[in-house]
């Protein structure tokens, strides 16, 4: 047998060589089941709808900010939000239903349209994305929408950039069977120093699930 001398050097090469590779292979990610983790957590999330939910609403714009209690009850047939605090005046009422929205405020009067975010922005002055936030208050994105979206380790969504906003849900906690979002901020995707950005903060206290 033929013994060939092979160089140290030579041999620190192929070892260097060899561990690069491994590192490589050891740090592409590896997809796992996410797909379908994040699917079947979308399907049941997306059969809850009918519910009574208590949290905070904060909004800041380049040079005004505001704060109400929100009380949003969502069923099947009729959507009702109430803002109570400095942002409505006093008390802003919302419902939605099949024939449209109504706004009544604290002094009776009543506005009328067909886009709940619209007829807020008209009453308050303030941009409340309401069709997409009905969504983000379960942790999902809104469908029927364009999205870029990312998730947690436990396949909860936690960013989504949607319908013009930048949404990040940085807390969950577990409200009957489901983990749900308790701090959600949206934001606009204008810059923080232009007149048309708004950041909304919603700090959800109390989240109760109806069969």
């Known amino acids: ?16 060589a060899a561990v690069l590779l491994l590192g490589a292979c050891a740090s592409k990610p590896i997809k796992m089941e996410a797909d379908s ?11 809850i709808d009918n519910w009574k939910m208590h949290a905070r609403i904060g909004l800041r714009g380049m040079d005004r900010s505001g704060s109400a209690s929100l009380i949003w009850v969502e069923t099947p047939e009729l959507r009702n939000l109430r803002l ?10 919302l419902q939605q239903d099949a024939a449209g929205v109504s706004i009544q405020d604290s002094r ?20 409340i994305p309401v069709s997409g936030l009905r969504w983000w208050l379960l942790g999902l ?7 870029e979206s990312s998730l947690d380790s436990a396949h909860r969504l936690v960013s989504v950039q949607q319908a ?11 409200f009957g069977d489901h983990e749900l979002p308790t701090s959600i901020v949206m934001e606009t995707m204008a810059d923080r120093e232009d007149r048309r950005y708004i950041r909304v903060k919603v700090i959800v206290k109390e989240f109760e699930l109806n069969d």
């Open 108 to 127: 009776g009067r009543v506005w009328h349209a067909q886009d709940a975010g619209e007829l807020i922005y008209q009453v308050t002055g303030w941009q």
């Open 141 to 147: 994105t809104e469908p029927g929408s364009k999205a």
């Open 1 to 16: 047998m033929i013994l060939k001398f092979v160089p140290k050097f030579t041999i620190a090469l192929f070892l260097s």
């Open 37 to 47: 983790d994040w699917q079947s957590r979308q399907a049941a999330l997306a059969d």
């Open 164 to 174: 013009g906003w930048k949404v990040s849900l940085d807390k969950y906690a577990l």
């Open 84 to 93: 109570l605090g400095p942002l409505g005046g006093g008390l802003v009422l």
